[in-house]
C-alpha cells in the first residue's frame, strides 16, 4: 500500500483506508502472482525466517526485506555476502519506516539522562564515530557495507559512503540501486500489529483460494480494522 502511494488507516488514524482503488491494487497484483504467473510459489502461509532460509540456500530468487536480513542470512544460515544485493521497492512512493527504542530507566539523576543522551548521540548520530566507525568495526570482524543506517545528507553522506566503501566486507555496488534510489519511510498506523492480523486474513484468502473474491475479503477487513481503530 505504502509503495503505491496508499494508506493502510486514514489521516486521522480512526479508519481503515486499504479498501479503495490502490488496495485492489495490491490484492490483485497478489492474486496474479500466486494464481497467473506462479512468482510467489506454491507454498503459502510461510512466517518470518522461511524465505530467508529459502534464499539462502537458492530455492528464492527475491522477497521484500529490509537490509539486515542480509546479516541474518549470513551469519546465522552460511549464505555469502556476494550473493545478495538490493533494489528499491517497486512503486517507490513511501516505504515502511523501521528503527530502535532505547529506554532511560526513570528516576536516575540528571547527570546519567544526559550522559545516555550523550552516548547515544556519539553512538548513532555521529559521523564517522560509534556506529559508523567502519575501519573499526571491520577490524571487529562486524559486517561492513550494507546500505543501513544512513541518516546522512551532502557532505556527510559523501564521507560516510566513502568510508563504508573502503572498508566493505562486501561488494557495496551490489546495493548501488537501492542507495541510489531512496524511498521516504512512512510509520506503521496505530495498533499496528492487530491490523496486521486482520490483513493477514485478506492476504492469505488471495495466496490459498484461486477463487478468492477480492472485494468481499476487503470489505470484511476494513469492517474489522475500524472496529479495532474504534477501541483505542
Known amino acids: 500500500m505504502y509503495s503505491l502511494g496508499g494508506d493502510v488507516v486514514d489521516t ?17 497484483n497478489l492474486h496474479a502472482m500466486r494464481w497467473e504467473d506462479d512468482s510467489m510459489g506454491k507454498t503459502q502461509l510461510l512466517k518470518w525466517g522461511d524465505l530467508q532460509k529459502q534464499i539462502a540456500t537458492d530455492k528464492l530468487g527475491m522477497f521484500l526485506a529490509a537490509p539486515d536480513d542480509v546479516t ?22 513511501n516505504t515502511l519506516a523501521g528503527g530502535n527504542n532505547y529506554m532511560i530507566k526513570k528516576g536516575i ?16 548520530t555521529t559521523v ?23 541518516l546522512w545528507l551532502n557532505e556527510s553522506k559523501a564521507k560516510d559512503d566513502a ?26 498506523p496505530p495498533k499496528a ?15 490459498t483460494n484461486k477463487d478468492a473474491d477480492i472485494d ?3 470489505s470484511t477487513a476494513e469492517t474489522q480494522v475500524n472496529q479495532v481503530l474504534a477501541t483505542q
Open 163 to 188: 568510508a563504508r566503501k573502503q572498508y566493505a566486507t562486501m561488494p557495496v555496488e551490489n546495493f548501488k540501486a537501492f542507495m541510489d534510489n531512496p524511498v521516504p519511510g512512512k510509520a506503521e
Open 193 to 207: 500489529q492487530e491490523i496486521y492480523k486482520v490483513l493477514d486474513n485478506v492476504m492469505s484468502g488471495i495466496l
Open 12 to 28: 486521522s488514524g480512526k479508519k481503515a483506508a486499504f479498501n479503495d482503488a490502490v488496495g485492489k491494487q495490491v490484492a490483485q
Open 109 to 124: 539523576s540528571p547527570d546519567k539522562v544526559k550522559a545516555a543522551v550523550a552516548w547515544l548521540n556519539f553512538k548513532f
Open 216 to 218: 468481499k475479503l476487503l
Open 128 to 150: 564517522g564515530k560509534g556506529h559508523y566507525d567502519w575501519q573499526r568495526a571491520k577490524a571487529d570482524g562486524l559486517p561492513v557495507g550494507l546500505p543501513q543506517p544512513n
Open 72 to 93: 541474518y542470512m549470513v551469519q546465522q544460515l552460511g549464505a555469502k555476502y556476494e550473493n545478495f544485493g538490493m533494489g528499491p521497492i517497486p512503486g517507490g512512493k
